[in-house]
Structure formats: structure tokens, C-alpha cells
């Protein structure tokens, strides 16, 4: 299982449509929006490195109103 912490910044006032819209995808176990230098966390599962990348690209990237991206993955130290 491969756990991930994706931080996003949005357009100026989207930030609540973007969370919305993440809700609903398959392997995010939660959202938040937040307040500083990001818009919305998500924490998200996935089985592989791939599937996550599948998401985060293919799915959460295309949301409307997203501008950036980050990926951090959980390290089980």
C-alpha cells in the first residue's frame, strides 16, 4: 500500500470546488482545505507507486481550477 499527501493550490476562489470534486474520486481517504502557501490536502491510498501516479496525473491534476501539484508519499520509518 502506498499512502501519499498531495498538496494543491487552486485558482483564486476555488478552492471548495476543487475539494468537492476530489471527494468523490477512488483512493482518497481525505480532504481538507487549509489555509497558507495551499489551497486543499488530500491523503490518499494506493496499491502501487502506479496506480498513485495514475491519480494524481489523470485524475486529480484535471480537476477544473487546480493550478499546482505536489506529491509527497508517506515514508514508514
Known amino acids: 500500500m502506498v499512502q501519499a ?15 468537492t ?3 468523490g ?3 482518497v481517504a481525505r480532504v481538507d482545505a487549509v ?3 495551499y489551497d486543499v490536502v488530500v491523503f490518499t491510498e494506493a496499491r502501487n ?8 496525473v489523470s ?7 487546480i493550478t499546482r501539484t505536489v506529491t509527497c508519499t508517506v515514508a514508514h520509518l
Open 35 to 37: 489555509i497558507g502557501p
Open 5 to 19: 499527501y498531495i498538496l494543491i493550490q487552486t485558482e483564486v476562489g476555488k478552492a471548495r470546488d476543487v475539494a
Open 59 to 65: 485524475k486529480v491534476q484535471a480537476i477544473p481550477g
Open 21 to 23: 470534486a476530489i471527494r
Open 49 to 56: 507507486s502506479d496506480e498513485l501516479g495514475k491519480l494524481v
Open 25 to 27: 474520486l477512488a483512493g
